[in-house]
C-alpha cells in the first residue's frame, strides 16, 4: 500500500498564489503517475493536473497557464503551483496515485490511492 499525504492548502485572496505538496511513502510503485484532483461541496471530483513517470504532465483546460505541477528527482514528493487562484478555484484538493508509468489517466474513478485532502479558499 501506497501512503499519499498532502500540505500547503490555505486561504488567499482572489489572484493570490499557493504551492501544495503531497508525499507517497510505503509501497511508492503503486504511485508512478500522481495526479491532482479538486472537489468543491455538492459537486464531482474533477482532474486538475497530472504528471507522469518521465515529468510529462497534463492539465485540465480552466488552470492551463495558471498551475504548475512537478515532482522532485525522487518522484515521491509532487508539487502543483497555483498562481492567479479566483474563487471558482476553492475546493477540497486530493492526490492521486496509479501505478502506471506512461499514461495519466483523468478520470478520477480509475485511481485506487487517495490523499485525505487539502482545503483551498479563494475569497474575492
Known amino acids: 500500500q501506497v501512503q499519499l499525504v498532502e500540505s500547503g492548502g490555505g486561504m488567499v485572496q482572489a489572484g493570490g498564489s499557493l504551492r501544495l505538496s503531497c508525499t507517497a511513502s510505503g509501497r511508492t510503485d503503486m504511485a508512478n503517475t500522481m495526479s491532482w484532483f479538486r472537489q468543491a461541496p455538492g459537486k464531482e471530483r474533477v482532474f486538475v493536473a497530472g504528471?507522469?513517470?518521465?515529468?510529462?504532465?497534463k492539465y485540465e483546460d480552466s488552470v492551463k497557464g495558471r498551475f504548475a505541477i512537478s515532482r522532485d528527482n525522487g518522484g515521491n514528493t509532487v508539487y502543483l503551483k497555483m498562481n492567479n487562484l479566483n474563487p471558482e478555484d476553492t475546493a477540497v484538493y486530493l492526490c492521486a496515485g496509479d501505478p502506471r508509468r506512461a499514461y495519466i489517466i483523468t478520470d478520477a474513478t480509475r485511481y485506487a490511492y487517495w490523499g485525505q485532502g487539502t482545503q483551498v479558499t479563494v475569497s474575492s
Open positions: 504528471i507522469n513517470y518521465s515529468g510529462t504532465t
